[in-house]
């Protein structure tokens, strides 16, 4: 870093992410892209069964994204119009829009102090309409899952994880991926690990496994993918009309590499996040993520609120601040019930989510990723502590 006039500021822009690509998945992409099998085929069905292994699930499906993860797991559970299902509203949009997609209604709550959906507050929602709920699982850190689980199963609702974040991350000594009746995972650019875009659905329920295969692929019967091999058919019948929401080999490709690397990513994420925690623990402005007890958090996104009150300055200008020392930052979430289309066809109130809204006005993430070197990380701790001692009021 060097001194600029107001604050500190790097040689170069840190950008908020970066993926973390190796030579292993740039060989693997090449070779698949001239081996000619482009869409879905052998590396996919590697992935899924590699994927399905390390979260020891019996079932792993690939998908382009994980709200087509969401919207497939959603609609295999049969959701539809006149169907509710309860979503925390400190999520990003997708999550409620693939409920909207299915024509039922997204109950949207607020969350506690652990950015989490808890049992009171699906109490609180819950109707005999409830056909779902959807924790998800806020920067990598797992819900309450025991208490939430058991109180959906007495209610006989299904329990759909949103696991976006959360690849790689344990509760009670296991890995996500079987909590739920279905479990949603993001491989976006940004994410624990990456195939670009993409995502997965894990389960240990047979049946809807066997439900939700075809869906992802237009409703084709098994194995439809082959038809163009020398071992396939060029006969298949559709039972439902599906999605088109199949992965492709070229992403399998990336995904098998990041696979074997998500423990390692992970560790460094951990690393990083422990030195912003020690950093800035005695800095009362700054509130810091809370770490539970028994599960593994792996740090997608680490989110800092500043107290508004110790601030002469609000979240925006404090973002404002990190850009002018060339470090990026983002907000996860702008929480759904603030957004226009839920705010006008739902009409939720923000007095409606109190925690959100508090968490929300001085909410902000700094840059995490295993690509930063620990000079960018020191850059960061010392942007973000000048800010504060600039602007302590
Ligand atoms: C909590 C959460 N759920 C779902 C998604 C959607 O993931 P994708 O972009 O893979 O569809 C995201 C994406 O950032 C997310 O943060």
């Not at 740039?26 to 698949?32: F, L, P, R, W, Y």
């Not at 997708?94 to 699906?122: K, Q, W």
């Not at 920067?139 to 939430?148: K, V």
């Not at 423990?263 to 994420?269: P, T, Y």
């Amino acid at each position: 870093m060097c001194s600029v006039t107001k604050g500190l500021q790097r040689n170069s822009f840190l950008p908020y992410c970066l993926p973390s690509i190796g030579e292993e998945e740039i060989a693997e992409v090449v070779a698949t892209i001239r081996a000619g099998w482009l869409t879905t085929g052998p590396k996919v069905k590697q992935f899924e069964e590699s994927f399905a292994n390390y979260v020891g699930a019996r079932h792993a499906i690939a998908v382009n994204s994980c709200t087509a993860a969401l919207h497939v797991a959603l609609s295999a559970l049969n959701i539809g119009p006149g169907n509710e299902v309860i979503v925390p509203t400190m999520t990003f949009c997708s999550t409620a829009n693939v409920v909207v997609h299915l024509g039922a209604r997204p109950v949207l709550v607020d969350i506690n102090d652990n950015f989490h959906i808890s049992v009171e507050s699906i109490k609180k929602a819950i109707s005999p309409r409830t056909r779902a709920i959807i924790p998800v699982h806020y920067a990598g850190q797992a819900c309450d899952l025991d208490e939430i689980c058991a109180f959906a199963d007495d209610a006989g609702v299904p329990i759909v994880e949103d696991a976006a974040h959360a690849a790689g991350a344990e509760y009670h000594d296991r890995k996500i991926g079987t909590h739920g009746r279905a479990v949603a995972f993001s491989f976006y650019a940004t994410k624990n690990m990456t195939t670009g875009e993409g995502g997965m659905i894990t389960t240990n329920d047979d049946q809807l496994a066997e439900r939700m295969r075809p869906l992802v692929l237009h409703g084709m019967n098994k194995d439809a993918w082959k038809r163009y091999t020398e071992f396939g058919s060029w006969y298949y019948e559709i039972f439902e009309p599906g999605y088109k929401y199949n992965m492709m080999d070229i992403q399998a490709a990336l995904g098998i590499h990041q696979l074997d690397r998500l423990d390692a990513f992970n560790g460094r994420r951990q690393e990083i996040a422990g030195r912003y925690q020690q950093a800035f623990a005695e800095m009362p402005e700054l509130c810091l993520p809370r770490l539970l007890p028994d599960r593994k958090h792996v740090f997608y996104h680490y989110p800092l609120q500043i107290a508004g009150n110790r601030l002469s300055i609000d979240r925006a200008q404090f973002i404002q601040e990190l850009s002018a020392a060339k470090i990026g930052a983002s907000v996860h979430f702008i929480p759904v019930h603030r957004h226009p289309f839920y705010r006008k066809e739902y009409n939720y109130q923000p007095s409606d989510f109190p925690v959100a809204e508090r968490i929300y006005a001085g909410l902000l993430s700094i840059p995490l990723y295993p690509k930063m070197s620990d000079q960018d990380v020191a850059d960061v701790i010392n942007a973000v502590q000048d800010i504060v001692m600039r602007y302590r009021s």
